[in-house]
């Protein structure tokens, strides 16, 4: 499968973004899917993630309360409100086969098999 995620920009902080991660498989639901982000200079970190089912659902803490994820079909999402500057990184939308399994998607980047490009996001006044 082939992701794009798309919907990354320069905010200033206290805004909003939405990200987009659409899949080329169809349907997408056999897929968990997780984000993750990088800043310059660190470690790529999860940043929350979602079952195929969309039921599971988990969250960094750092942007546990700021950060929804939902998915449909075909996209998963990553609405991110209340933006601070260190949330500025590249984030990443990462996907693992789960077929009939609807476990808590995992928080280790190994565990995906499928990734998208970057997209940049910028929090900066």
């Known amino acids: 499968v082939q992701l794009q995620a798309s919907g990354g920009g320069l905010v200033q902080p206290g805004d909003s973004l939405k990200l987009s991660c659409v899949a080329s498989?169809?349907?997408?639901?056999?897929?968990?899917v997780g984000w993750f982000r990088q800043a310059p200079g660190k470690e790529r970190e999860f940043v929350g993630g979602?079952?195929?089912?969309?039921?599971r659902i988990v969250y960094a803490d750092s942007v546990k309360g700021r950060f929804t994820i939902s998915r449909d079909q075909v996209t998963v999402f990553l609405q991110m409100n209340n933006l601070k500057p260190e949330d500025t990184a590249a984030y990443y939308c990462?996907?693992?086969?789960?077929?009939?399994?609807?476990?808590?998607?995992?928080?280790?980047?190994?565990?995906?098999?499928?990734w998208g490009q970057g997209t940049l996001v910028t929090v900066s006044s």
């Open positions: 979602l079952s195929r089912s969309g039921r």
């Open positions: 498989e169809r349907p997408f639901n056999t897929f968990a």
């Open positions: 990462a996907a693992k086969y789960e077929g009939g399994w609807d476990r808590a998607p995992p928080r280790l980047g190994s565990d995906y098999g499928y």
